[in-house]
Structure formats: structure tokens, C-alpha cells
């Protein structure tokens, strides 16, 4: 079966949803679809290490700070809550479920 791509999910919905203490003024603009806040993945003390952009439609992240690490929404989720998302997998097909995404009754293919 063919799973939809989770990357159309802006991840700044998702760090919105899931983190307590962030909101849409948590981000700052650092450049055309670039976006700089403090990962919720780990303390920080001073500045922004989460860099999250979105590159031709698909939303990913980085870590700059002491994760070191980035991806997608389904392993943000995987590593801030391993014991509800043991997997990205189960991430994913959470995030299809949560934000909506269903495939179209009819898929077709140019060529």
C-alpha cells in the first residue's frame, strides 16, 4: 500500500502541537522558508539550534545544538517520545492520521 509523504507537514505545526511552551512566535525567520527556534529536544541555554526549513515542499530540521541530528516530523516525535512513538514508522502513520493526510480515492500517473 502506498503511504502518503508526511514531509507536506510544516513542522512548525507539529513542534506547536506536541511541545508545550512553543507558539508561533517561538520561531524566527532566518531566511526564505528557514526557521530558527530552541530544540525541544534538549535544554539550552542561549540561542536558537533547531534550524527547520522547507526545501521544495518537504519540511525538514536540524539541530545545531548538542543533538547534532535532524529529519523529518515522524523522527522529531520517535526521539522526543520514544515510549508513544517507538518507531518513525509509528510516528508517521500518527501524523497522517492527526493532520489529515488521506490519499486521493483516484491516483494517476502522467507520463
Known sequence: MRKLDITSVSLIDVI???FDNYSETS???SGKNIYSTKCPLHHEIRGN???IYNKDG???WFCF???NTGG???KLLTLAFPER???PEKAADYIREHYNLKLPDK???ET
Request: hydrophobic residues 40%.
Open 72 to 74: 523529518n516530523a515522524a
Open 16 to 18: 506547536i502541537d506536541h
Open 107 to 109: 491516483v494517476t500517473m
Open 49 to 51: 539550534s533547531l534550524t
Open 85 to 87: 512513538f517507538p518507531t
Open 58 to 60: 518537504k519540511w525538514d
Open 65 to 67: 545544538g548538542s543533538c
Open 27 to 29: 520561531f524566527q525567520k
